[in-house]
């Protein structure tokens, strides 16, 4: 189990949007964020935000992979 965070860049700052706890199951996880109106500047969401979308996953529990 761990934990990891979910973040997204359109510009030069990046957004953390979700934290979830991973199981020791071994199954997927899904993770999921509300819908994003602006970008990660905090301006509105166009058309070039979209196509330059980054999305990040950062662990966020120490120990081993």
């Given at each position: 189990?761990?934990?990891?965070?979910?973040?997204?860049?359109?510009?030069?700052?990046?957004?953390?949007?979700?934290?979830?706890?991973?199981?020791?199951?071994?199954?997927?996880?899904?993770?999921?964020?509300?819908?994003?109106?602006?970008?990660?500047?905090?301006?509105?969401?166009?058309?070039?935000?979209?196509?330059?979308?980054q999305?990040?996953?950062?662990?966020?529990?120490?120990?081993?992979?």
């Open positions: 189990a761990g934990g990891v965070q979910i973040g997204y860049k359109t510009g030069t700052a990046t957004i953390w949007m979700t934290a979830v706890t991973t199981d020791t199951t071994g199954n997927y996880n899904a993770v999921i964020s509300g819908t994003l109106t602006t970008d990660a500047d905090g301006g509105p969401l166009d058309i070039t935000d979209i196509n330059n979308l999305i990040f996953v950062k662990r966020t529990t120490a120990g081993s992979p």
